[in-house]
């Protein structure tokens, strides 16, 4: 794990190259105080509940992470491991939708989405006692739009840093600013800025040229699922962050409905602390 960590290259966006992206939106605009409805309240899953601990046992993430200091290089080491797992495939799916089926599958051969790799990853740091949560992102035209409106990928909580942090394990991306690791509504505002100190950490070696190209027509809504338990029946809900002047979606590509969903303008609440709740 050692040589792992050691191994990590950091690929910067020259000032240069902010041009060649496709042409960068505004930043985005949010309340920066707490919703008047919250504090929302989330459920997750302990290290210690028995379908996580069957999770870090049967495929030991303890090793995985072994030799990492600081929270951080923990996730870099376990998302390097999810994206190893299996070759991306957009139309694949699980027959159920949880880390130790999605894994067992994988090992039989087959491909899933981006989906999965949200998930399997969210499981994985939970296991070892790291908050993580999976993580929606939808485009500004995610109503209208056919096909491929959304991606989904990870965020976590840095305890040592007091903030939660995008984590992509279909890409094995961590956005850093000025060396600083970002959630989506940072990213989303340094692509926008085009800020000059935008870098990426990749084992996989995708450049931040590459990422930001790809990721940042993603970044207009953000929803999480208020019940982020895993190995039992959760229940419907999810807190969906919108920019200001946005309006609400209410269906997803033309046909899919988006329901049970409570639509939020503050960044605030939408990135409390996990250990308040």
């Known amino acids: ?133 999976v993580l929606a992102l939808k485009m500004a035209d995610v109503e209208t739009r056919k096909t491929g409106a959304g991606h989904v990928l990870t965020e976590v909580w840095l305890r040592d840093q007091q903030k939660w942090v995008l984590v992509d394990g279909q890409w094995d991306v961590i956005p850093f600013l000025n060396g600083v690791p970002l959630n989506a509504v940072e990213l989303q505002k340094a692509l926008a800025e085009r800020a000059p100190g935008f870098t990426v950490q990749s084992p996989r070696g995708t450049t931040a040229q590459k990422y930001a190209r790809w990721i940042q027509p993603y970044l207009y809504y953000f929803d999480i699922n208020f019940d982020q338990r895993f190995g039992t029946k959760t229940e419907r809900g999810a807190l969906m962050l919108v920019p200001a002047g946005a309006s609400n979606p209410t269906v997803f590509q033309r046909k899919y409905p988006l329901k049970h969903l409570t639509y939020t303008n503050s960044v605030a609440s939408f990135y409390a602390s996990p250990v308040k709740q």
Request: charged share 20%; net charge positive.
């Open 1 to 133: 794990m050692k040589l792992l960590l050691a191994s990590l290259l950091v690929w910067s966006l020259p000032l240069g190259a902010a041009a060649q992206l496709s042409t960068p939106t505004e930043a985005l605009s949010f309340a920066a105080e707490p919703d008047a409805r919250g504090p929302f309240l989330f459920q997750r899953s302990t290290p210690a509940d028995d379908y996580l601990t069957a999770l870090r046992t049967t495929y030991r993430l303890d090793s995985v992470a072994a030799g990492a200091t600081t929270d951080l290089a923990r996730v870099q080491a376990l998302c390097a491991w999810v994206s190893r797992q299996w070759k991306h495939n957009g139309t694949n799916e699980p027959s159920k939708s949880d880390p130790l089926t999605i894994l067992r599958e994988a090992a039989q051969g087959k491909q899933f989405r981006c989906v999965e790799y949200g998930i399997v990853l969210s499981g994985a740091l939970a296991s070892l006692g790291i908050p993580a949560r």
